[in-house]
Nanobody, 124 residues
């Protein structure tokens, strides 16, 4: 059974930092591209960051470039999202996903598995 479990969310003030983790089980982690998406109340899920299965590339939404960094540890079957300089508009539930495709990791339809999400709230 495939499971993706996110952790690390919470309440932080503007300008603060958080590090999200997503631990995978039931899959050959290194064979999957991993991505982070977020969904704010009343809005559609949007792409945040992704990393290909071969670590050959990292992709970011324009809104988070320079502030967020995605990384992965295949030995721990875990993907991370380091979030710095957080802003109120970053408030959302953050979900990680696992995809068997090599490209188009910015498209949520390409993902095979999803975690339940972790809440990030940025207060002003």
């Amino acid at each position: 059974q495939v499971q993706l479990v996110e952790s690390g969310g919470g309440l932080v003030q503007v300008g603060g930092s958080l590090r999200l983790s997503c631990a995978a089980s039931g899959v050959t982690f290194s064979a999957y591209g991993m991505g982070w998406f977020r969904q704010a109340p009343g809005k559609e899920r949007e792409f945040v960051a992704a990393m290909s299965r071969g670590n050959s590339g990292a992709y970011y939404a324009d809104s988070v470039k320079g502030r967020f960094t995605i990384s992965r540890d295949n030995a721990k079957s875990t993907v991370y999202l380091q979030m710095n300089s957080l802003q109120p508009e970053d408030t959302a539930v953050y979900h990680c996903g696992a995809s068997r495709v090599l490209y188009a990791l910015t498209d949520s339809d390409r993902y095979d598995y999803w975690g339940q999400g972790t809440q990030v709230t940025v207060s002003s």
